[in-house]
């Protein structure tokens, strides 16, 4: 998976509850994105972080939140606000622009709602 | 506004058949362009990219896809369909908006059935 670690693989949440996704990255790369997977739709943008202490809101941020304390790390929050929540969650990673655009992807998350 | 369109959910083919996944998108500009597999339980892998090089691109496993700008389209083939190649694919156009260039728009995906 290209030095992306996503954590856990599988996760329930309880109703009312925060649950916190974890992506490291030992790519070294700057800009790092989480995006949501349902069923029959392609990956949809949640937040992405182009430099360290920077990021901004995806097209389907609401009942999200994020931080970018690290390099190396990009948390996900997803929050009781969002009502929805069960989906696959992928975490990726992009290296500078002269190096392609290529993104990289980790393992991925199932979030399922007890 | 940007969109990539895949025209099939579903494809089944035999094995040893062609593989035809089709891919269409709305730009302003020229884009690029990519396509992507995810196999069952594993994370997305990059297939192949355009970038405004060759119009035709080869990419790994023996896929290829032709940039066409006439048609707004970029399908995804390969001459002779294998197992291994059951998967769901994504067709992925790069928006290019000001302050926002690190956005990508994803297709709904092809999900690619091979028969024995």
């Known amino acids: 998976d290209g030095g992306i670690t996503q954590s856990p693989k599988y996760l329930f949440r309880k109703e009312g509850q925060n649950v916190t996704l974890s992506c490291e990255q030992n790519?070294?790369?700057?800009?790092m994105y989480w995006y949501r997977q349902d069923p029959g739709q392609g990956l949809r943008l949640i937040y992405y972080?182009?430099?360290?202490?920077?990021?901004q809101k995806g097209d389907i941020a609401e009942g999200y939140s994020v931080s970018r304390e690290k390099k190396e790390s990009f948390p996900l929050t997803v929050t009781s606000a969002q009502k929805n929540p069960t989906a696959f969650y992928l975490c990726?990673?992009?290296?500078?622009?002269?190096?392609?655009?290529?993104?990289?992807f980790g393992s991925g998350t199932q979030l399922s709602v007890l | 506004a940007q969109s990539v369109t895949q025209l099939d959910s579903h494809v089944s083919v035999s094995e040893g058949t062609p593989v035809l996944l089709r891919c269409n998108y709305s730009?302003?500009?020229?884009?690029?362009l990519f396509w992507y597999v995810q196999h069952p339980n594993k994370g997305l892998q990059l297939l192949l990219k355009y970038t405004s090089a060759a119009t035709l691109v080869k990419g790994i496993n023996g896929f290829e896809a032709e940039f066409k700008k006439s048609e707004t389209s970029f399908h995804l083939t390969k001459p002779s369909a294998h197992m291994s190649d059951a998967a769901e694919y994504f067709c992925v156009v790069r928006y290019y908006g000001s302050g926002n260039t690190g956005k990508l728009i994803f297709g709904q995906g092809t999900t690619l059935q091979v028969k024995p």
């Open positions: 972080s182009q430099i360290v202490n920077d990021f």
């Open positions: 990726a990673t992009r290296a500078r622009q002269n190096l392609g655009e290529k993104l990289f």
């Open positions: 790519l070294n790369h700057d800009a």
């Open positions: 730009s302003s500009y020229s884009p690029s």
